[in-house]
Structure formats: C-alpha cells, structure tokens
C-alpha cells in the first residue's frame, strides 16, 4: 500500500562540482524543512542505475540518458500541498534556492495519483 495517495516527483541533474553540496543540503536542509509541511506524508531520495531486465525471452540493457540522475519521491495527502504557503516557505528557505538550485538542470516535475486495485 501507498504511504499517501498522491506522489509528487522531482527529476533533477546537477553540476558535478556541485554534487557533494547537493546531497548535504538536500538531506540536511531540504527534506527536514519539506517534512515540516502539513500534507507531506514521507520524502524519499533516489539515483539513477544501469537497468537490465529479461523481456520477450532476452536480457536487455535499457538506457534513457536524457533522463536525470537524481530524482525525490515525495509522498502527499493532496495536490493543494504543493501550492500551499508552507510549502512555498519550505523550499526557500535554507541554502537551497541561493546555493544549490541555480546549479540543477534537466528539471522535472510530475504528479500521480495512486490507482486502486481489485482485491
């Protein structure tokens, strides 16, 4: 099961020199602010990996390289969250906006709506 019927998904690169203050301020900033926010059920960070994966009888190597390298799960009890004045507060506060977004790139964004299932 979901932890929160909505997931809002943030796809990013960032410039190598970059990186390490990417990471600390994301972990140490980032998502301890965004957690704060009313709606926001849980954050979950992730990193892009080579897929390879038996289809049609066949192991394929399945690349996309225009896709980001990082991305962060955000799970949220509706779509007001992201629109709402907390959240706004939240992602500009810290080192983020100043320090670390201005050296992202290949941003995107999406939301989904956790589908139900027949038993």
Do not use: C, Q
Not at 60 to 74: H, L, V
Not at 99 to 107: D, H, I, S
């Amino acid at each position: 099961m979901a932890p929160a019927p909505y997931l809002f998904i943030a796809s990013m690169d960032v410039e190598p020199e970059k990186l390490d203050l990417f990471n600390e301020v994301y972990d140490t900033e980032h998502v301890p602010m965004l957690m704060k926010v009313p709606g926001v059920v849980e954050i979950t960070r992730l990193t892009k990996e080579t897929l390879k994966l038996s289809m049609a009888g066949e192991i394929k190597e399945i690349d996309f390289p225009e896709e980001p390298n990082f991305a962060a799960y955000y799970w949220i009890e509706n779509p007001e969250v992201l629109t709402s004045s907390a959240w706004a507060e939240a992602i500009e506060e810290g080192r983020w906006p100043r320090e670390v977004r201005p050296f992202t790139k290949n941003r995107r964004h999406i939301l989904r709506k956790v589908m139900e299932t027949g038993a």
